[in-house]
Every structure is written in C-alpha cells, then in structure tokens.
C-alpha cells in the first residue's frame, strides 16, 4: 500500500480571481493555461501517520504582494537557469520568508511535527520550518499557477515586478487535510 498526507491552505475565490486577471488581462496568458484551486502545499507526507484524518476548516490570513516572487516549478526554479526550460514547466509564485509573510504557513505546518515518530521517519531527520523529512527537503512555500507553455522567458524577474505593483495582497480561506491509501 502507498500512503499518502497532503495538507493544503487555498486562496480564497476574490484572491484566485484577481491571479487570474492579472494573468490573462494584464499579461495576456490564454485562460486554460492559468491553473485552478489554487493553494499552498503546507506539508506533505508518504507515510502513514496513523493519528491524522481527513479534515477541512476555515481560517484566515493574507500574504503581502511584495513578498511573492515567480518561479518556475521545477528544482532550481527560483533563479533563471540555463537547463530549466520554463515552457516545458509549470510556473509558480514562491512565498518569500522574509517579513514574516510565511509565519502563518509555519504554523501549520507545525501541527505535523508531532506525527514524525520513529517508526514513521527512520533514519530521516524531522521536518522543520525549512526543511522537509519527506519529498524536497527544503521546503519552499509556494502556489503552482501557470501550466507548462504560459512562459517562455526564463528571467521571471520583470513578471515578478509586474505582479507585485499590481497585486496587494493575496488571502487564504480554508485549510485541508487529505491522507489517501492506494
């Protein structure tokens, strides 16, 4: 059997529209390249972590736009690279940690330290604020909202500005958690 946890903090729908504007109004990407159910992977696990369940709830807070940052989803992806191609990757915004924009994503993620035991690491030392037991092991805050093709420019960095003086804030409105067994 594979397990699996994924906890998940979305965009409520006024945020995700104004993304979704500004995409297609403003830079001009074709509406079925600019993904949907946007949100922030806050941990995720391949291992059974037999206290947890299923659960949704409502929360609230807001990331500032000067903390967002493009990049391609892809390792690497928060700098220009020669061998990341950003036509062939999705295309993300990466949640700065600076201001204290990701404490309340760190504090989130918090609530699955204490489901690391032993028999659920191994040798594998725990997760952290910044790093991950299981999958990347440093983990990096981030939203998926371009699907491969949007860009063609590997320096996102002229978009990323764009964004920032366009977008104020981005907000989020629940919080989930799924563990799957397949």
Known sequence: MQYSV??????????????????????????????????V???HARRNMRNLSNTA????????????????????????????????CMTGLRIRRANGACAPIEGLRE??????TIDVLGTRRPSDHRRSAFGAHHFQPHISVLKP??????????????????????????FSVKCRVR
């Not at 998940?8 to 297609?24: C, M, N, P, V």
């Not at 609530?111 to 690391?116: A, G, K, L, M, V």
Request: net charge negative; aromatic share 8%; with cysteine.
């Open 6 to 39: 994924w906890a998940t903090a979305h965009l409520d729908g006024k945020s995700e529209q104004k993304l979704r504007d500004f995409f297609i109004k403003i830079v001009g990407i074709s509406s079925s390249l600019v993904k949907r159910e946007l949100h």
């Open 41 to 43: 992977t806050v941990y």
């Open 57 to 88: 709830e409502a929360l609230s807070f807001a990331i500032p736009g000067s903390e967002l940052r493009m990049m391609v989803m892809a390792p690497g992806g928060e700098n220009p690279r020669d061998n990341i191609d950003p036509s062939r």
């Open 111 to 116: 609530r699955f330290y204490c489901h690391e």
């Open 149 to 174: 093709g949007a860009i063609a420019d590997p320096n996102l960095s002229g978009l990323g500005k764009l964004l920032r003086d366009s977008i104020d804030e981005i907000s989020f409105d629940r």
